[in-house]
């Protein structure tokens, strides 16, 4: 795990390297300080003169200035260090979930990614923070307090020492309290981020049934859990400082008792005022570094788990590879199913696509219809590889799609999804998703086929009208449209439509149908649809039921022999003529 996290420090090495220098060196100067300190007392105490008074003033603030500077320099360079893993961190999540195959992020729920890119990032980056500073820091201040100590008290220095087994006890015990809590606590910060998330996308739907009291009820309960968990888990971590505070008092107690006694007993022979006050200050310095470690501990343990969990994301490995030596060209647009079977998971106890056999020719419409349910956008996922069939193989332009580069391959078929997706900036910035290198005439073409101009045009700022995020200020027609334009820039073998014109009226539909026929007569377009309006006029028409085949025909062959067709045709038709 921690090998896997030290690959994303890379440029901030010199700085996560420099701090524990500055770290030490402060450290240095500030256990040099006391025994300055101690020796002044007894130049005092001897009747020294003023000048010597100043001499010693003079350097201990040049001791004090120099590792005031030592600890801004530490400072600045933890926080750059820490800053810079956690930037490289949540990149390094990024572009590995942009890899991911869809099976990949079936894994994970997209709640749980946006809690590790920000909380459990935010745990380790404060957790690398104390480990490069305070976990340097306080070892050292430790051995050279106690060393110093040892130079000016001798065997009362041993007391110290007495505190450390009480101190790790305690440690231990309240680490293993703690632990299972944050284990348990960030899987439920997950679930609540996915309440927070789903509400806010169904904002309109909790408003139009007026479930706004449910939602809050739903969404306290989640955060009083989560509360509940984290309160359970600071209060065992609560501990941590009273164990400090009373080894503090207690050394405290102990080098004041007996360390004025035996400067009483002894006259000053064995231990003068001087090596007391300086004792006290190593005390507070070596248990201050105990309570530092304590922390350091704490946030350890708190870091753990989130730690585990970036890992998880940084080590998931796509289900989805090149192979050895990709093909990059694809010939044309031909599709070939070839036997194929295909799950979503291995553990799935039945095949969401059994025996499909099918052959379409570069250039053809091909209409795909079926009811809900019946695994029609699972076959067109399988031509662009966003999934690997089970069983089987998937040939595009002759050649079995797992031989074909990935970038090449999809960069051939354009897929224009059910859920139609829009990202927040110009109509333009939309469009190059297809084409980033496509002219203006080029999109306004595009635009044209997909009937988008006709609307954009009337925007006060055409095509550089901004698109808020996931196109909320653009109806679903005009979404589905822009998304079709998109699609149309990539200038692609195979288009594929599922579902895509849903939003937009026949007449609509029937134009956007005809300039594809028109325009692209070379691309194969499959279309997926509900209503048979917008597949009547395809090459063939495949029709799907419970994950199979179930015919393969034209729009007057399957209305007159197929039982599927011919009822959804017939309770549209008649729901129209009713309609009229």
């Known amino acids: 795990m921690i090998r896997e996290l030290a690959k994303s420090i890379r440029e901030y090495k010199k700085a996560s390297i420099m701090t524990p220098i500055w770290v030490a060196l402060e450290v240095v100067l500030e256990c040099i300080i006391p025994f300055i300190m101690a020796m002044l007392v007894n130049q005092i105490k001897a009747g020294c003169s003023m000048t010597v008074i100043f001499q010693y003033g003079a350097l201990l603030v040049v001791m004090a200035l120099l590792s005031l500077f030592l600890g801004m320099m530490s400072g600045f360079s933890c926080a750059e260090a820490s800053c810079g893993l956690a930037k490289n961190l949540r990149k390094d999540m990024f572009y590995s979930v942009q890899r991911y195959s869809f099976e990949n992020i079936d894994k994970f729920l997209v709640s749980s990614l946006v809690t590790r890119m920000t909380t459990d990032v935010t745990n380790v980056q404060l957790a690398y923070m104390m480990i490069i500073r305070i976990a340097v820091r306080a070892p050292l201040m430790l051995i050279f307090a106690f060393t110093m100590a040892f130079i000016m008290g001798g065997r009362m220095a041993w007391i110290f020492f007495l505190t450390i087994p009480f101190l790790g006890t305690g440690l231990i015990l309240v680490i293993r309290r703690a632990m299972p809590l944050f284990k348990k606590v960030f899987k439920k910060y997950d679930n609540l981020n996915s309440s927070i998330q789903e509400n806010i996308k169904a904002m309109r739907v909790v408003k139009s049934f007026v479930r706004e009291d449910y939602e809050e009820k739903k969404f306290g309960t989640a955060a009083e859990d989560v509360c509940a968990d984290f309160t359970r888990a600071e209060r065992i971590l609560a501990f941590n400082g009273p164990m400090m505070q009373f080894c503090i008092y207690g050394v405290m107690v102990f080098v004041l008792s007996f360390g004025s006694y035996t400067i009483i007993t002894s006259r000053g022979l064995d231990l003068d005022v001087g090596q007391l006050s300086s004792l006290l200050t190593y005390n507070f310095m070596m248990l201050n570094s105990l309570m530092m470690l304590s922390m350091v501990f704490v946030m350890i343990t708190m870091a753990d788990e989130s730690a585990k969990r970036i890992v998880e994301v940084l080590t998931e490995k796509s289900t989805l590879e090149n192979p050895e030596n990709p093909v990059y060209e694809v010939a044309d647009g031909s599709i070939t199913f070839d036997h194929v079977n295909f799950k979503y998971s291995k553990k ?95 999109m306004i073409e595009a635009c044209r086929m997909a009937c988008a101009d006709e609307f954009v045009s009337q925007f006060p700022q055409g095509y550089d009208t901004w698109i808020e995020q996931g196109g909320a200020n653009v109806s679903g027609g005009q979404k589905q449209r822009l998304c079709i334009a998109r699609a149309l820039l990539k200038k692609p073998k195979i288009l594929i439509l599922d579902d895509s014109t849903s939003a937009v009226d026949t007449k609509t539909d029937a134009s956007i149908r005809r300039a594809l026929r028109e325009y692209i007569p070379e691309t194969t377009k499959i279309i997926i649809a509900q209503r048979t309006a917008s597949v009547e006029d395809a090459d063939r028409i495949i029709v799907m039921e419970g994950g199979t085949i179930n015919d393969v025909g034209t729009h007057q062959e399957l209305l007159s022999r197929n039982k599927i067709y011919s009822e959804i045709y017939t309770s549209q038709n008649k729901a129209g003529d009713k309609d009229e």
């Open 348 to 442: 799935a106890e039945r095949m969401a696509l059994a025996n499909i056999n099918l052959e379409i020719k570069s250039g053809e419409t091909i209409g795909i219809i079926g009811g809900t349910g019946s695994s029609k956008s699972s076959l067109i996922q399988l031509i662009s590889r966003l999934y690997d069939v089970t069983e089987g193989s998937v040939k595009v332009g002759g050649v079995d799609v797992r031989q074909y580069d990935l970038d090449s391959l999809r960069n051939q078929v354009a897929v224009v999804l059910q859920k139609n997706i829009l990202f927040s900036g110009t109509i333009k910035d939309n469009l190059r998703w297809g084409n980033k290198e496509a002219t203006d005439e080029e």
